[in-house]
């Protein structure tokens, strides 16, 4: 079997996204919506689908249900050339989904985690591991299941000479309980945004939450939004990338899973940590010029003259 160069481990679920609604929902009323569309959500997807459209040869380990919605999250997983036979579909399970209920900028939104609660360190073996060169994990405090876990799923990886990326992305119980001495130790690349780094952190800047990760930590890039994003390594100076201004922006939903999958993109290939960021930097802008987290990215010549267009870069995909 080819070697992956990225295991994407993470958690899955379907969006179904109501448009044109007819006023506010209420309980004890019904309400038309003149629109809906159901698409592969989750952020650890968004990060496959294109990471494997830059090129990169992606597999998915995540835990999904015996239903329509685990067929449609795979089949959607496969159409984007991603390897799927470490998705586990567990009869007892449903598929998550997420309700959106879309008011113009605004959204209400409901999840039934299903599947996602429930996977766990025993259904990773250092065979699955061992499957690709790196692995990425995504969303720590949507999986319960793993979240008392994950510094040893991170230590294993690199026992077995596996590079390793880790996104938390947010905590919706705002609890942000996160044993930064145990996990980062084993993980090569964190990759938080600036908001969720300083609650991680219980810190007020950047350079103070630095401070306190330091001694625990290899590199880091913190997403900034419109303002970019920032480099740490250990003992060189901070690197502050201005990132690639769009001043069309259509939404910035998955711009941090874009940002992921351009920057591990690059760190596969062994580039520089300031490579990496630079290239990270252009696939989270390019997000922001089509809708959603994978429009952008539906295919390498999309990618490729988005870039030339809006950017005036040329990439080699
Ligand atoms: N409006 C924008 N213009 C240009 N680049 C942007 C814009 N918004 C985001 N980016 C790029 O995308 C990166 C990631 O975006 P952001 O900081 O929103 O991540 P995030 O908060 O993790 O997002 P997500 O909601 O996807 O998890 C930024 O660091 C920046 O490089
Ligand atoms: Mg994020």
Same mark, same amino acid.
């Given at each position: ?66 239903? %329509?919605?685990?067929? !449609? #999250?795979?089949?959607? =997983? ?7 036979? /470490?998705?586990? *579909? ?91 001495? %145990?996990?980062?130790? !084993? #993980?090569?690349?964190? =990759? ?7 609650? /991680?952190?219980? *810190? ?91 429009? %952008? ?21």
């Amino acid at each position: 079997m080819k070697k992956l160069d990225v295991l994407a481990i993470g958690e899955l679920n379907v969006d179904l996204i109501l448009n044109d609604i007819d006023g506010e929902v209420e309980v004890g009323k019904e309400k038309l919506a003149g629109d809906m569309s159901l698409t592969l959500g989750s952020s650890t997807a968004i990060f496959a689908s294109n990471l494997s459209s830059l090129g990169a040869n992606v597999g998915f380990l995540g835990k999904i249900g015996v239903d %329509a919605f685990g067929e !449609f #999250v795979t089949q959607k =997983l496969e159409e984007k050339g991603i390897d799927t036979s /470490l998705v586990m *579909a567990d009869m007892n399970l449903s598929t998550g989904a997420t309700i959106v209920l879309n008011y113009g900028e605004d959204r209400a939104m409901v999840t039934h985690p299903g599947a996602m609660d429930f996977l766990s360190l025993k259904d990773i073996t250092d065979d699955h591991l061992s499957r690709a060169r790196h692995i990425h994990f995504s969303s720590l405090f949507l999986q319960p299941g793993l979240k008392k876990d994950i510094h040893q799923l991170f230590s294993r990886a690199k026992k077995l000479g596996v590079t390793t990326s880790l996104d938390t992305q947010w905590d919706p119980s705002e609890k942000w309980e996160f044993d930064f001495e %145990a996990i980062l130790p !084993f #993980v090569d690349v964190f =990759l938080p945004n600036e908001t969720e780094l300083l609650h /991680l952190t219980k *810190a007020t800047s950047i350079e103070e939450a630095i401070k306190k990760l330091e001694p625990f930590m290899n590199n880091m890039a913190v997403k900034r939004g419109n303002k970019g994003s920032v480099l740490y390594q250990p003992n060189k100076e901070l690197v502050h990338h201005s990132g690639y201004l769009n001043t069309q922006v259509v939404d910035a939903i998955g711009a941090g899973d874009s940002f992921n999958a351009g920057f591990i993109c690059k760190y596969v290939k062994g580039a520089s940590p300031e490579a990496c960021l630079d290239f990270a930097n252009l696939t989270g802008a390019l997000n922001t010029t089509a809708v959603g987290g994978t429009g %952008a990215f539906a295919s390498p010549e999309l990618i490729r003259s988005m870039a030339l267009n809006k950017f005036n870069i040329s990439i080699d995909l």
